[in-house]
């Protein structure tokens, strides 16, 4: 497929200058991720687009949203300062994170302590209650009330 046909390059919507991951649209909203916490949100179309802050400098690689309102995005904390390029994910330590919002980003926190290293790179919701992740290592997480609680389910060993 030549992609200069089928596709027109848009420019970056992000002042920050950060990479996306992920964008999604229902409708004329959507939603990108990226780098650095960047959040963006379009409510027309991606003509223009809005910054929303997050607290946090999360590398965010998937959002999935529902409805108008109600998504996820998924990212591992960067911690750049404790990491070395060279070094695996596993081995930098670092936490996969999941953000909800119903209007607002709202932190939560799916690992603990045992659950180091293990970074989520992908993420899909069904309706509002149930929902998917997975990571590193075979890690995969789900939901069956909209993230309240998140269940681990480790790959099977051969």
């Given at each position: 497929m030549d992609a200069v046909i089928r596709y027109q390059s848009?420019?970056?919507?992000?002042?920050?200058?950060?990479?996306?991951?992920?964008?999604?649209?229902?409708?004329?909203?959507?939603?990108?991720?990226g780098a650095m916490g960047t959040i963006l949100r379009?409510?027309?179309?991606g003509q223009h687009w809005v910054h929303i802050p997050l607290s946090a400098d999360?590398?965010?690689?998937?959002?999935k949203f529902v409805n108008e309102n109600e998504g996820w995005a998924a990212g591992e904390e960067s911690g750049w300062g404790k990491r070395n390029e060279?070094?695996?994910h596993d081995q930098?330590?670092?936490y996969g994170y999941i953000y909800?919002?119903?209007?607002?980003?709202?932190?939560?926190?799916?690992?603990?302590?045992?659950?180091?290293?293990?970074?989520?790179?992908?993420?899909?919701?069904?309706?509002?209650?149930i929902g998917y992740a997975s990571g590193e290592r075979g890690f995969l997480?789900?939901?069956?009330?909209?993230?309240?609680?998140?269940?681990?389910?480790?790959?099977?060993?051969?």
């Open positions: 848009a420019p970056h919507p992000a002042a920050s200058g950060y990479p996306l991951m992920d964008v999604q649209f229902i409708g004329k909203y959507g939603w990108a991720v379009t409510e027309d179309g999360a590398d965010l690689y998937r959002v060279l070094m695996r930098r330590g670092g909800h919002t119903k209007r607002r980003w709202k932190n939560m926190r799916i690992a603990s302590s045992a659950e180091n290293g293990r970074l989520l790179f992908a993420l899909d919701f069904v309706n509002e209650k997480l789900k939901t069956i009330d909209g993230g309240k609680i998140g269940k681990h389910f480790p790959r099977p060993e051969h």
